[in-house]
């Protein structure tokens, strides 16, 4: 049956990549998550998904230039659902701590070769220390990341980002050794899906927020979908699944 991934934990549910986003996706039974990753200026993983933090928490600067300890300090609830209290930018070692998921996205944005590598090692440094090797998949459209990866990552999974544009993405996603592919879920064919499992590639489409379009790639075969409303895609294709076994 196709999984469901809360897109950012339940971006659409909670503020997003934030320590109560991913409790409440466990609270409501999901069990599977994306996030996205970048480095604080002392290197460590932080939690959050665009390179600045004005968006997420009204603070002027990019995430590179503060430390974690002056950024797990920053309420970063700014741009999504009302939530009660505040809600810090976590570092990926609280959550490996917190959330026990049956698997993990780490998406990793397109960075410097010198800084993919410090975030490759890192990345395994602290699945090693938490025990999740095997329950993450390490996610990136960059090639810089992918290579990182796999040179100072080896024994952690790959998956590869595709946009629209990418006229191969199963075929990329093999070059560089990837069981993953997280597809634009406009991307999404019949075709794609029938030769991502002909290859052994697990199918993840991103972002699917419509119950319509749900019921449809899960109909279609994809493997997972992530979305930003992880309650109502966990309902829409349990009713799917049911129907479709009467």
């Known amino acids: ?26 609270e409501q039974g999901i069990r599977r998550c ?14 959050i998904h665009d390179p600045t933090l004005m ?11 503060f430390a974690a300890k002056e950024l797990v300090r920053m309420d970063a609830r700014q741009a999504g659902p009302a939530w009660p209290v505040p809600c810090p930018i976590p570092r990926l070692c609280e959550l490996f701590a917190k959330c026990r998921f049956e698997h ?4 990793v944005k397109n960075v410097s070769k010198g800084v993919a ?3 490759a090692k890192e ?21 810089l990341v992918l290579d990182a990866l796999r040179e100072f990552a080896p024994h ?19 070059r560089y050794g990837c069981s993953l592919l997280a597809l634009n879920w406009k991307a999404c064919t019949a075709e794609r899906v029938a030769k991502a499992k002909g290859a052994g590639v697990h199918l993840s489409v991103w972002t699917v927020n419509d119950a319509s379009d749900m019921q449809r790639l899960a109909k279609l075969g994809v ?9 109502l895609a966990l309902s829409t294709i349990d009713e799917w699944a049911t129907a479709e076994s009467h």
């Open 1 to 26: 049956m196709t999984q469901v991934y809360g897109h950012r934990g339940a971006k659409g549910e909670a503020p997003e990549n934030t320590l109560a986003g991913f409790v409440h996706c466990l």
């Open 34 to 47: 994306e996030l996205d990753l970048h480095l604080s200026s002392d290197g460590e993983l932080m939690v």
């Open 55 to 65: 968006r997420t928490t009204g603070k002027l600067g990019d995430v590179i230039e």
């Open 104 to 107: 993990w996205q780490l998406e």
């Open 117 to 119: 590598e410090k975030m």
């Open 123 to 143: 990345i395994a440094r602290l699945a090693d220390q938490y025990s999740v090797s095997e329950v993450i998949t390490v996610t990136s459209a960059s090639t």
């Open 156 to 174: 952690l999974k790959r998956g590869l980002v595709a946009e629209r544009s990418l006229r191969c993405p199963v075929d990329k996603a093999l």
């Open 223 to 231: 493997d997972s979908i992530i979305t930003d409303f992880p309650t």
